[in-house]
Nanobody, 125 residues
Framework: QVQLVESGGGLVEAGGSLRLSCVASGSTFIRWTMGWFRQAPGKEREFVAALRLSTEITYYTDSVKGRFTISKDAAKNTVYLQMTNLKPDDTGVYYC??????????????????WGQGTQVTVSS
């Protein structure tokens, strides 16, 4: 099984930056897709970003394009989400997830097989 551990969340003022990390404790495979989702208070979980390990193609939801960057360090089995120019609407619990089945819809929550515990990001106005 795959174990995912997120870290890097915290409290930051609007305009600030944070870098989230997701470490896969088990084996990783080049054909996997790694994703980041978030859930704001009172709202449903939404897609943020994804990276296909085999092609390094990235995907972002429109609201974070130009501000967030997803990347990987294969040697450390780690995926990062670099967040800049944070806004209060970015507040929420951020989850790392992995799609082991190479599905075609990386933005769909149900495409992912394993999830981390989440890390809280709070952006004050």
């Amino acid at each position: 099984q795959v174990q995912l551990v997120e870290s890097g969340g915290g409290l930051v003022e609007a305009g600030g930056s944070l870098r989230l990390s997701c470490v896969a404790s088990g084996s990783t495979f080049i054909r996997w897709t790694m994703g980041w989702f978030r859930q704001a208070p009172g709202k449903e979980r939404e897609f943020v970003a994804a990276l296909r390990l085999s092609t390094e193609i990235t995907y972002y939801t429109d609201s974070v394009k130009g501000r967030f960057t997803i990347s990987k360090d294969a040697a450390k089995n780690t995926v990062y989400l670099q967040m800049t120019n944070l806004k209060p609407d970015d507040t929420g619990v951020y989850y790392c997830a992995v799609d082991t089945k190479n599905t075609m819809r990386s933005s769909w929550s149900r495409s992912y097989d394993y999830w981390g515990q989440g890390t809280q990001v709070t952006v004050s106005s």
